[in-house]
């Protein structure tokens, strides 16, 4: 079951095999049900309920969603854009990353190390529509210094699966 680990600020979760197995079947489907997922592995209704909903309250299950092919909703391009910022302060950081939360385009957004600041990947229909999104939208941020669009060719896997 899930403890707090106790002299620590952040108060790290523990969890043990049930747990972690309860996981992993919720990231494959998450609209299994309790009943199935208590069967599949060997527990009652209960404390599947119990491990799950204390595993919601902690925060380790953020949240519940579908997957959707960008494909089948006309958003067929993605492209990752790598970021430098002119200035490196807490304001200037943070006055980017509220201006990249705001774009409907960015699916993701990484604060990385390295040459640049920020990785941000960018689901589009097509090439004009990245044109737009790159000059009237990020080009107008005021504290860029430098970017590099990468164009994906094909996506060979992607997942969302943590646990394993």
């Known amino acids: 079951m ?3 680990k106790e002299n620590n600020t952040d108060a790290q979760l ?7 197995g309860i996981l992993k079947l919720l990231q494959q489907d998450a609209k ?4 199935d997922i208590a069967g599949r592995l060997n527990l009652s209704t209960t404390p599947v309920y119990e491990r799950i909903r204390k595993m919601e309250q902690a925060g380790v299950i953020k949240q519940y969603a579908a997957i959707v092919d960008p494909r089948k ?18 304001k200037c950081g943070k006055k980017f990353i509220q201006e990249i939360l705001h774009f409907t385009e960015v699916t993701e957004c990484l604060n990385i190390s390295g ?11 097509d ?8 000059v009237n939208k990020l080009g107008e941020l005021d504290n860029l210094s430098h970017t590099q669009s990468i164009f994906v060719i094909s996506v060979i896997k992607t997942t969302h699966q943590v646990v394993f």
């Open 73 to 90: 909703i006309n958003k067929s391009l993605t492209v990752l854009c790598y970021i430098t910022l002119k200035e490196h302060n807490k």
């Open 127 to 134: 090439m004009d529509e990245y044109r737009e999104f790159y």
């Open 115 to 125: 040459e640049f600041d920020f990785m941000i990947k960018v689901q589009v229909k």
């Open 32 to 35: 299994m049900t309790i009943r």
């Open 14 to 20: 523990h969890l043990d095999e049930k747990d972690l």
């Open 2 to 4: 899930i403890a707090k």
